[in-house]
């Protein structure tokens, strides 16, 4: 069965750090480039960063540059994101993506609050 699915969010305070892992199954993770993405109620999704299934390269958005790391554990067939220094505007559902697949996962809840 071809999904994601995504894991690792949870409660933090501000400046605390998760991380979020996203499974892969049906698929061979390193063929493919996966994004995560997060969607705050009422607010258009949005894309926070990506890894190239072809040399690596990522991007970020500048919310996320500097605090948050994408990475993949092909083995695993595992793309994570490590997010330290978080702050109350993380507060969302994180989705990881894969634009060749069209394939969203269910997404985890990040909640970030004093």
């Known amino acids: 069965q071809l999904q994601f699915v995504e894991s690792g969010g949870g409660s933090v305070q501000p400046g605390g750090s998760l991380r979020l892992s996203c499974a892969a199954s049906?698929?061979?993770?390193?063929?493919?480039?996966i994004g995560w993405f997060r969607r705050v109620p009422g607010r258009d999704r949005e894309g926070i960063s990506c890894?190239?299934?072809?040399?690596?390269?990522?991007y970020y958005a500048d919310s996320a540059k500097g605090r948050f790391t994408i990475s993949r554990d092909n083995a695993k067939r595992t793309v994570y994101l490590q997010m330290n220094s978080l702050k109350e505007e993380d507060t969302a559902v994180y989705y990881c993506?894969?634009?060749?697949?069209?394939?969203w996962g269910q997404g985890t809840q990040v909640t970030v609050s004093s």
């Open positions: 049906g698929l061979t993770l390193d063929d493919y480039a």
């Open positions: 890894l190239s299934s072809s040399d690596g390269s990522t």
């Open positions: 993506y894969s634009a060749a697949r069209r394939l």
